[in-house]
C-alpha cells in the first residue's frame, strides 16, 4: 500500500527530472543503488553551500567509483531545461505541494519515506543538520547511515524555538545515532570528539571559477581585478552589515565598488538596512546562478566573507582555487582553512575590517600575492576527488556487508 502511495506520489518527477529511472513493478529503482544521497535543496540547486558539495560529491563518487547513485532533493524549481546523462546518476524531489505546504523538513520526511518504502538503497549519506533528525528512523529500519554536518546550523539567530529545537536534535543524533559521523571542519570535529571519538574529518574540496564573459561587468562598469566580492545569502550571521559600514566609512577615493551577490533573506527589515547601503560603487545583485557567479569570482580582486558562522565555505575555497585575495573573519572554520593570518581580521571588529580592506583596495600586488598563496593552498589540501575517496572510504564496509533484512 506504501509503495504504491510513494509510487503514484513520485511518478510525476520523471517529468521535470531527466535521469530518474520509471519504478517498476517491484518497487525498486533498478539497477540497485548502492548510495542515497538525503540533504539540501537537490542536485541543480544553487542555493548554498550543502547543494554545492552534494553536486560535487556525487559527481566524483559516480565518476571515480562506479557507484550507482541517487541524490533526493526538495525543491524541484531549480530542475535545468536541458537534458542530463548519466546512468549511473538518478534523482528524485518530491512533488512541490508536499515543499510548498509542508516546508522543508515535511519534504525531507516524504524523502525518508520513499527511501523505506521504494529505493532501499545499501547506504544512505545524510547532509546537514536538518535531515539528521531523521537519523534513528533509518537506523531503526537496518540502514547504515554516514552523517555529515556542515556547520551548527542550530546558532543560526534567524531560526524561531520550533526549528531551533529541530536543528539541535538533528545534530545530536548525527553524532550519536549515525553509523559513521563525518564533519567538515576541525572546529566541529574538536567539538564533537569529546561525545564521539570517532568523528571523522571530511572537508571540502575546490575547484576554479570559470572565466567566461560577464555581462554583469560590462551593465555595472566594472574592470577585472578592480572591485570586491561578497555572494551568500542575506543572514544576519554573514555579518555583511558590518562589511558594509567598514566600506562605507574609508574614503571613496580609496576604496573598490563592492558587488554583493546573495538573497534569500528572511528577515524584511534587515534587507531594508542592507539596502540602505546601496550606491554608486555598492551594487545588490540578488541570487545569481554559477553561470553568473563564477566570471565575477574569477575577475574579482578579493573576495570577503565576514560571516561569524561557517562550516568549511565553498566559496572561500572557489576563491582560494581561483587565485584570488580573500578576506575572512577570523573564526575558527576560517582560520582552519585559510592558514594564513593576512586573510583574516578580527570577526565583528569593523576597525580592523576597514584596515584589512583599506590594503586590498590600494596595494593590488599584495592582493595578488595573497590570491597566489592560497591557490597553492587550496590545490595541495582540498579537492572534490579526494573529498569524495574519503567518503568512499568511509561508506566502502557497508556496500560490502549485506544488510539485515535484505534477501542474499
Known sequence: MFAKLFNNSFSWVSRYSFSVRPLDSSSRLKPKIDLAILGGRGYHSNYGGVENAVREIADQTVERHKLNLLVYGTDSSELPSSNFHNHRLSFVYPPRSIYRYLGQHGAVLFCVFHILCLTRPTVVLVFASGPCVFVPLLRLFGFPVISSLRAIDSARSKWGITSRTILR???????????TFTANSMEMIR????????????????S???????????????????FLLFAARLDPVKRLDILLQAHSQLEISQRLPLVIAGGHSKSEQYRQHLSSYAGRDVFFLGHLAASDLEPLMFHCRAFLLPSVLEGMSNSLLTAMATGRAVLASDIA???????DPEALFKADDIDDLRTALLRLCRDPSFAAALGMRLKQHAQKN???????DMFYTELLPYIRMPRTGDAA
Not at 208 to 226: C, F, H, Q, Y
Not at 333 to 339: G, I, Q, S, V
Request: proline share 7%.
Open 169 to 179: 536534535l538533528g545534530e545530536y543524533f548525527a553524532w550519536r545515532s549515525a553509523s
Open 191 to 206: 567539538l564533537f570528539s569529546t561525545r564521539r571519538a570517532n568523528a571523522t574529518f571530511i572537508p571540502n574540496g575546490s
Open 208 to 226: 576554479p571559477a570559470r572565466e567566461g564573459k560577464s555581462l554583469i561587468m560590462d551593465t555595472l562598469g566594472l574592470s577585472s581585478n578592480e
Open 382 to 388: 582540498y579537492s572534490w576527488p579526494r573529498t569524495a
Open 333 to 339: 572554520p576560517n582560520a582552519d582553512l585559510l592558514e
